[in-house]
């Protein structure tokens, strides 16, 4: 079982690099327009990397995010939290039921940033606070840089979720869902700049235009060596 997901897993390789490879175009466009209203949001990013760098790595915060995301999603999923404890370094959680997305949902579900947006909305819904779009986007910065640093530094510790399904195949579905969950953070935070429809359909012309040249490009060393026999 665990040799058919990881010939799935690499089946899923370019399909990753083609979807990252038009989100990535997307949020390089905005460096466009760091000069105006999207400069709070590339200050929050940088700011939360000089941060860790000149003070501390703000572990005991990751660590509650980390194990709130697999209660989430375990409840989401139908599963009762049993257990849950959070130290300055570790922490862990016991749930009813597991799944893959229950273990690896720290992972690839940035809490934080979310729980920012929902706020954000929210408030806008019943004061209207647009006004502080730019301190809303400085704290979108600042989050997803958390997300992305401190999940890079855990991963390389050996964390004993991506062995539940193979590490090969946990960091796949990581890359995958992560490209998923930012293409939805993008949309929600730049509106006017990035379309939810528009990039996926270009996401998915990418993948296919991929997936073919492989096909064909396949096709035609067959052909060959069936020339040369």
Known sequence: MRFLK???????IPAIGAAGYVLSKYLLCLVGFAKSQYAPF??????????????????????????LSHAIVGILSGAKVKKFKVDKEFGSVVLTEDNVCIALAPYFFPIYTFAIIIIYIFLDWFVGIKSFYGYFL?????????????????????????KIYGVFFSFIVIFAVNVVMFTVIA???FPKEVNFKEISFQIFVNIRNVYKSMYNGALEVWLVFQKTK
């Open 42 to 67: 590339w200050l929050g990013v940088v700011c939360y990397i000089i941060f860790q760098a000149a003070f501390y790595r703000p572990m005991r915060i990751y660590v509650f995010g980390h194990e």
């Open 138 to 162: 400085f704290l979108i910065g600042f989050s997803i840089a958390f997300h992305i640093v401190l999940t890079v530094y855990v991963l390389v510790t050996q964390q004993p979720d991506l």
């Open 187 to 189: 949309a929600l935070v």
């Open 6 to 12: 990881n010939i799935f897993a690499f089946l899923l």
